[in-house]
């Protein structure tokens, strides 16, 4: 079965550092991998997908992330954080069933320190 | 992108009575939606997956009767809970995808809606 994991519950950074938020996941064929994320009492919002193509994926916010087929990765990364960036990030991977659902993991919360 | 309106954004209720959450997708069509339950400081946990026309789909462990799902059209998909009792407090979002997308596009997401029970 499809699966995402995001192994960190907490990231801290400083404003004007990068960022890292971590994801890995697991799946049987080809993986369409999103990243969103979520403000307080929001819904989500896309930031980015990986389908096929490049590794490296540019997306909403100067958000990118990079698949990596060999360590099953994909992480989401920032060159340099914002205080604004503070907010819930969820991994997602499609389900490769009939209905393609999306499998989130269990979130990161981002916390960007000025 | 596309755009999903969720409806009430919050709501409180008494024990024992029944609210109704809609989901339109406003500039595009979707067969199906998705309805999202979470927790405080939780991941998002799929309830079910609602089909234009047809039933919708639980997740095990999720009441049916409880949680009654309508997608009586391409663009409106709602959510009853039924004699809501402050267990069921919680936020709740749905999700569409446009069904002319590819199917590697994107979901979008309402809003959402926190639910408290009284």
């Known amino acids: 079965a499809q699966s995402v994991a995001q192994p960190e519950d907490q990231v801290k950074v400083a404003e004007g550092n990068p960022l890292t938020v971590k994801c890995t996941y697991s799946?049987?064929?080809?993986?369409?991998l999103f990243w969103y994320v979520q403000y307080p009492n929001r819904g989500l919002q896309f930031l980015l997908k990986?389908?096929?193509?490049?590794?490296l994926v540019k997306g909403s916010y100067g958000f990118e992330a990079e698949f990596n087929k060999s360590q099953t990765s994909f992480h989401l990364k920032k060159p340099s954080a914002l205080v604004s960036d503070s907010a819930l990030y969820f991994c997602?991977?499609?389900?490769?069933?009939?209905?393609?659902?999306?499998?989130f993991g269990t979130g990161t919360l981002l916390a960007v320190q000025p | 992108g596309a755009v999903v309106s969720q409806h009430p954004s919050r709501v409180i209720c008494k024990s024992g009575t029944s609210v109704k959450i809609e989901c339109r997708s406003l500039d595009f069509q979707a067969t199906t939606m998705f309805w999202y339950r979470q927790f405080p400081k939780q991941s998002l946990m799929l309830m079910a997956t609602?089909?234009?026309?047809?039933?919708?789909?639980?997740e095990q462990g999720v009441e049916k009767d409880k949680f009654l799902i309508n997608h009586a059209s391409l663009t409106l998909s709602t959510l009853t809970v039924t004699s809501a009792h402050p267990e069921d407090s919680s936020f709740y979002i749905c999700?569409?995808?446009?069904?002319?997308?590819?199917?590697?596009?994107?979901?979008?997401f309402g809003q959402g809606t926190r639910l408290t029970v009284v």
């Open positions: 999700s569409a995808r446009d069904r002319l997308g590819a199917a590697a596009s994107e979901a979008f």
């Open positions: 799946v049987s064929g080809n993986p369409y």
């Open positions: 609602s089909n234009e026309g047809s039933k919708a789909t639980y």
């Open positions: 990986y389908i096929t193509g490049d590794n």
């Open positions: 997602a991977v499609r389900d490769e069933g009939a209905t393609n659902k999306l499998i």
